[in-house]
T-cell receptor, first 112, second 114 residues
Framework: DQQVKQNSPSLSVQEGRISILNCDYT??????FLWYKKYPAEGPTFLIS?????DKNEDGRFTVFLNKSAKHLSLHIVPSQPGDSAVYFC???????????FGTGTRLTIIP | KAGVTQTPRYLIKTRGQQVTLSCSPI?????VSWYQQTPGQGLQFLFE???????NKGNFPGRFSGRQFSNSRSEMNVSTLELGDSALYLC?????????????FGEGSRLTVL
């Protein structure tokens, strides 16, 4: 039962354009969401998060949007840079915050 | 501050063998979690330890086990290895009772089972 879903396994975007990565969830108990970025041969690193009391959180070039009624969140990267090429995972803490439930990831490739 | 350290980084085993992976968390972090990453499956939660106690366990068979020591270092063990156990095993640490769920990951141990 995949409670967090990333339906696009890969995405290619021209450098300088906007990258939009999507994530859907099924568990209505989730009230906090995180995005992680992973380069090959490295562990995931935290990128940005959003609480369910907000519908938007911005950090530099990265903005996460949350639509609670649709159980959908998205990560916008603008402008996209070659260093943004990585796998992006969305995740949500389960009750008690003892574990994160991750999506399957989206591989983003920025084309120079 | 040193990050999360995992050893070994790469290892090759054959079916039926067992393997032990080690994780040293960030100094001061008392919670250690383990995740398995396989292509197409994302990161699957294995277990989480806090103060030497397993607080949560994922849906993995009993061949997967772990423990945490008094210095917060953790090990996970997989016995009777199967081909499907080939994966990247990631360890993550966090401060006690994280409110944000933010985890700090190591670089992982890549296990190949032949």
């Amino acid at each position: 039962d995949q409670q967090v879903k990333q339906n696009s396994p890969s995405l290619s975007v021209q450098e300088g354009r906007i990258s939009i990565l999507n994530c859907d969830y099924t568990n209505s108990m989730f009230d906090y969401f995180l995005w992680y970025k992973k380069y090959p041969a490295e562990g995931p690193t935290f990128l940005i998060s959003i609480s369910s009391i907000k519908d938007k959180n911005e950090d530099g070039r990265f903005t996460v949007f949350l639509n609670k009624s649709a159980k959908h969140l998205s990560l916008h990267i603008v402008p996209s840079q070659p260093g943004d090429s990585a796998v992006y995972f969305c995740a949500a803490p389960n009750f008690g915050n003892e574990k994160l439930t991750f999506g399957t990831g989206t591989r983003l490739t920025i084309i120079p | 501050k040193a990050g999360v350290t995992q050893t070994p980084r790469y290892l090759i085993k054959t079916r039926g063998q067992q393997v032990t992976l080690s994780c040293s968390p960030i100094s001061g972090h008392r919670s250690v979690s383990w995740y398995q990453q396989t292509p197409g499956q994302g990161l699957q939660f294995l277990f989480e330890y806090f103060s030497e106690t397993q607080r949560n366990k994922g849906n993995f068979p009993g061949r997967f086990s772990g423990r945490q020591f008094s210095n917060s270092r953790s090990e996970m063990n997989v016995s009777t290895l199967e081909l499907g156990d080939s994966a990247l095993y990631l360890c993550a640490s966090s401060e006690s009772m994280p409110n944000t769920g933010e985890l700090f990951f190591g670089e992982g141990s890549r296990l190949t089972v032949l």
